[in-house]
């Protein structure tokens, strides 16, 4: 080797410390470059967070109400199509059995929400209705009949050897409740339908309960049966004495226009079977409640008590009394107090599905809302309900 060689060699050995900064400085670098990238990914999130901040305050409206529930995305759905007139979201919304009470109807009608029905479910239980005490049921057709036995069956002693001779047999009648539709017709203007702190669900369940409670209640007791359920007021009435089926037997007072002394009340208990009497309850509205809580026994006790317990209804000779304000005030002649049991003696049948549909065009700038829903109602059994006349006879 000669001494060119020997030098050039020597001369591309390097010492420990310079392979050492050699080593750091590529570290560096690649740490250098491994920050630039972090910082780089970092400010590409940041950037992206306010560019979708931003459009999410442009499309928000401002908040009214601190509670904000965005809610199912059926409500949501229904909540569209109140405010907008957007049924895309129904159609192509796919509805659990389990959620609704029926299917929906294919006329161009769509069920409530089962949050908003249940709401005008409650309200209607909860009025001054017949509905509390009456026979509620649930059809799917057009009527509703209800088979009644109401005569009795021949029967007669037999001896041994005497030949049997033929007894009567029981007939049935059939009593067909027709139902009919009830509806309302509440408005909204747009401008409150397009603000989002406005309770578009609650006003429309408070509005049409405060409607179909008032219609039915007026209905199921004095009720022509045209267009609407058949009353229990509305069947002809006959002195219990000489009661017949097909007529509501009435017990008079013995006072025109008046109660007189109270006897006639236990009349009027008495004149029911005793196998209804057991399920007995009054109904009556407020004006006569008020004549028959000043009435007292021989003893000076009054025959009205008070409920014991909060929610528990009055008891007048001890059978629960219910409030119908749609009864009649206490005149001459009137029908004001009614008796009997009522489960047995006046039947309800409804479909139990809610219809609405919008309407932003008759009414501009107003949007109509029409809500349907059908009912019907009629005296099942005769022989389960007594009358007081305030009469003489």
């Not at 004149?271 to 028959?292: I, P």
């Not at 919008?358 to 809500?371: E, G, I, N, Q, T």
């Amino acid at each position: 080797m000669s001494k060119t060689e020997i030098k050039a060699r020597a001369g591309e050995e390097q010492t420990p410390l310079q392979e050492v900064k050699r080593a750091m400085t590529g570290f560096l670098g690649s740490f250098r470059a491994f920050q630039d990238e972090i910082e780089s990914k970092l400010q590409q999130a940041e950037e992206r967070l306010t560019m979708l901040d931003r459009r999410m305050q442009i499309a928000a409206r401002p908040h009214l109400s601190a509670n904000q529930d965005g809610g199912t995305p059926h409500r949501k759905a229904f909540s569209a199509y109140l405010r907008g007139g957007d049924d895309d979201g129904l159609r192509g919304l796919e509805i659990e059995s389990k959620s609704l009470s029926t299917v929906v109807n294919s006329d161009g009608g769509y069920l409530v929400d089962p949050q908003t029905a249940d709401m005008v479910k409650s309200v209607l239980y909860a009025t001054a209705s017949i509905r509390a005490v009456a026979s509620v049921v649930n059809v799917e057709a057009t009527t509703y009949d209800v088979l009644i036995d109401h005569t009795e069956l021949g029967a007669g002693w037999a001896s041994e050897t005497a030949a049997a001779t033929e007894t009567a047999t029981p007939q049935i009648d059939r009593i067909s409740i027709q139902l009919h539709e009830l509806s309302a017709l509440p408005k909204a203007s747009q401008r409150l339908l397009d603000d989002s702190a406005f309770d578009v669900e609650g006003w429309l369940a408070a509005r049409i309960a405060d409607k179909f409670a008032r219609a039915e209640a007026a209905a199921f007791i004095s009720g022509d049966g045209v267009d609407k359920p058949m009353g229990m007021l509305t069947h002809t009435k006959v002195a219990n004495s000489g009661w017949t089926w097909g007529n509501l037997g009435y017990v008079a007072t013995g006072v025109d226009g008046g109660i007189g002394d109270g006897d006639a009340i236990v009349d009027l208990v008495y004149a029911l079977g005793a196998q209804y009497r057991a399920n007995g309850s009054f109904v009556m509205n407020s004006k006569s409640a008020g004549l028959v809580r000043k009435l007292k026994d021989a003893d000076g006790r009054f025959l009205w008590s008070d409920g014991l317990a909060a929610g528990e209804p009055a008891r007048l000779l001890g059978y629960p009394v219910v409030i119908a304000e749609d009864m009649p005030d206490a005149a001459s002649n009137s029908y004001s107090i009614a008796f009997g049991d009522f489960a047995s003696g006046y039947t309800i049948a409804e479909r139990p599905d809610l219809r609405i549909l919008r309407d932003p065009f008759s009414a501009k700038p107003h949007v109509l809302f029409y809500a349907t829903k059908r009912v019907g109602g009629d005296v099942s059994d005769f022989a389960a309900i007594k009358l007081l006349k305030f009469g003489v006879s």
